[in-house]
Each structure stands twice: as structure tokens, then as C-alpha cells.
């Protein structure tokens, strides 16, 4: 099997988390990280707005992916299944660099609040996605929201779970996030 | 009933809002926010660190006393009724000016990106709150952060009703988080 190859896009970001880790985020420059990823700020710029972007460059494409996925699951689902086709839909979309960079993105967020900020605003953006579509299949809206909610949390413990335990060489994203999902329904059944 | 009489700090909050709605975030000055409340800047500094946390200063209050409520309901509660419980204690300190400021806020938020990103890191911020002190009451995970989810937005969409449908003078805040909370509960049912 070839090696997987970064291009100068996952360059950029691999630099850039290894820069926040080591030297933290506001003492980062995006000249900094241009050297280190081996291109020019030129080049930088063509990927991204800023260095703060560059973290969160993939939020919109999550979205996205897992709004299509809720939108395309057959007919007659429940909410939660519908949930869950979004959830494999988006895992199809993470490769080895997101697994690598997990741990590493947590990291640099949790040591700068302006991150925090960025990040809190992409969760939210995460459930208002998958609300929105799951509304748009006819989901009443307390369901939804709350079938929205449970996408994400699933979403991010899957993910934990596979960047941060599971590093065999072949795993995907989907059977985490599944697993999550799985485990937080039959965590609604004990809510009281 | 005497007539609600603010004080400097809730002056302070009700000119911000009022001047971020009219001419935006990004334009006010923490000038213009003491002069229309009828304060000086040193005022301004005694109650704020800077304008963009005036609008978010009951945060830390706010996931403060969600913890509380939780962590003093009654043992042999279920993970929702610990959560009941935290938002009554905490619609107990939401008051007239809470109530009025709600839509404004809600559209000063609307209009600028920063807010959008202080305003998220609220929300999530609210959700560990009440997650966390699920667990400390040994909530087992995933109950406890799908429940901490549901008291957010119970909290949200009672918040909403009471501050933008409810404006009867004496209407509280607990009566509507309290239904909005049932409502996810009964929503629960139906997640397939």
C-alpha cells in the first residue's frame, strides 16, 4: 500500500498545529508556518484566510457533509438513523491526516481562548447543521435539536476515541462515531 | 410593587445593547456605552474588562448556579429531574432586565461574528457546567453529557419563549425551561 502523501494544503496545517503546540498560537506567524510547511506565504494564502482558519478549515466541509448524508437517508428512518448516515458520510471524508492532527488540534485550542472561541462556534455550528436537516426531513423540532445534539457529542467522542486510542493503521472514523451514537441512545433511555 | 430600578451595571448592559443594535458592535466605544448610561469610564471598567465580555458577564454566574441547583437536588433524583433543578435555580436570578434584554442581544449577536464566537463558547461552556456536575452526582458519561445537552437547550428555547412570546408582567423564567426541558424529554421517546 503507498504511503499516504501530504500535499501543501495538509502541509500548512500540520506546521501550523506543531507551531501553536510548541511555541503557542499568538507567538505563531503565518511566515512561521510557511517555512516550516516549505512553501511561501503566497502559497499559504491561497489555502487559507488567516492563521486562525487554517484550524478550523474543514468545519464548513463537516457541515456540509453531514447535512447531505441526513438528507439522503432513505425514507421512513428514524431521526437517529438519519443521524447516523450523516455520521458515516462525514467519516468517510477523514484520512490519516485528521487522525494524526486530533490530539494535536486539542492541544493548541486548549491553550488559547481566541481557538476556544473558534471551536465553540463550530460545535454549535455542527448541531444547527444536523438540526436543520433533520427538520427539513419533517423531524419535529424538539427532536431534532435534540437528535441534532446528539450527532455532535457522538461525533466528537467517536473522533476522540479513534485520534486518541484506536491508532491501527487501517481504522476509519465511522465505527467510533457509530459506536458513540449507539451508546448515547441507549444512554436517553436512562434520563428519568 | 415598586417599579425595577437599575443600578450602574445594568445601565451599563442596557446602553451597550442598545448601541450595538443601532450602530453595531465594532462601532461602539466603551466611551459611548458610560456616556449613554450616564457613567463615567472608570464606572464602565469597575463592572467590565471590555465591552465584548458585557454581554456575556452573567456567563460565569449563569453555569455557576445550573451547578449548584444540580449538585443539590435531592439524592435518588433522576439525571433530569438534577437538571430541573438547576434550571430552577438558575431562572430565579434571571430578572426584568434579563427578560428585556434577550431579543437585543439576541440580534446584536446575530450581527457581529465576534459575539457569534463569545456567544458559542457560552453555550458550551453552560453544557459542561451541567455535565460536569451530572458526574460528580455519578451520572454515568454519556447520561450526563446528553442530559447537560438537553438543559442548554431547555434552557435556550425557554429563555426565548419567556423574553420574546411571554411579556406578562410576573411571568418568571422557570415555568417555560421547565416545559421546553419536558418537551425534550417527551422528545427522547422518539428518536428511534
Known amino acids: 500500500m503507498a504511503r499516504w502523501e501530504p500535499g501543501a494544503r495538509e502541509r500548512l496545517v500540520m506546521a501550523a498545529v506543531d507551531l501553536f503546540t510548541e511555541q503557542g498560537y499568538d507567538a505563531t506567524t503565518v511566515a512561521q508556518i510557511a517555512e516550516r510547511a516549505g512553501v511561501t506565504r503566497s502559497t499559504f494564502f491561497r489555502h487559507f484566510p488567516d492563521k486562525r482558519e487554517l484550524l478550523v478549515a474543514g468545519q464548513e466541509t463537516l457541515s456540509l457533509l453531514l447535512a447531505e448524508g441526513i438528507a439522503e437517508a432513505p425514507d421512513g428512518v428514524t431521526p437517529l438513523e438519519a443521524v447516523a448516515a450523516g455520521l458515516v458520510r462525514v467519516s468517510g471524508a477523514m484520512g490519516p491526516l485528521n487522525r494524526d492532527l486530533g490530539p494535536r488540534i486539542?492541544?493548541?485550542?486548549?491553550?488559547?481562548?481566541?481557538?476556544?472561541?473558534?471551536?465553540?462556534?463550530?460545535?454549535?455550528?455542527?448541531?444547527?447543521?444536523?438540526?436543520?436537516?433533520?427538520?427539513?426531513?419533517?423531524?419535529?423540532?424538539?427532536?431534532?435539536?435534540?437528535?441534532?445534539?446528539?450527532?455532535?457529542?457522538?461525533?466528537?467522542?467517536?473522533?476522540?476515541?479513534?485520534?486518541?486510542?484506536?491508532?491501527?493503521?487501517?481504522?476509519?472514523?465511522?465505527?467510533?462515531?457509530?459506536?458513540?451514537?449507539?451508546?448515547?441512545r441507549a444512554a436517553s433511555a436512562s434520563l428519568g
Not at 444536523?130 to 466528537?156: I, N, Y
Open 106 to 184: 486539542k492541544a493548541a485550542v486548549a491553550a488559547s481562548t481566541e481557538l476556544q472561541e473558534r471551536d465553540a462556534l463550530k460545535t454549535v455550528s455542527l448541531a444547527a447543521a444536523m438540526t436543520d436537516a433533520l427538520a427539513a426531513r419533517g423531524v419535529p423540532g424538539p427532536t431534532a435539536a435534540l437528535a441534532g445534539e446528539m450527532g455532535v457529542l457522538a461525533f466528537k467522542r467517536g473522533y476522540a476515541q479513534w485520534s486518541e486510542v484506536d491508532k491501527s493503521a487501517e481504522g476509519t472514523l465511522a465505527p467510533h462515531t457509530l459506536a458513540a451514537l449507539e451508546e448515547l
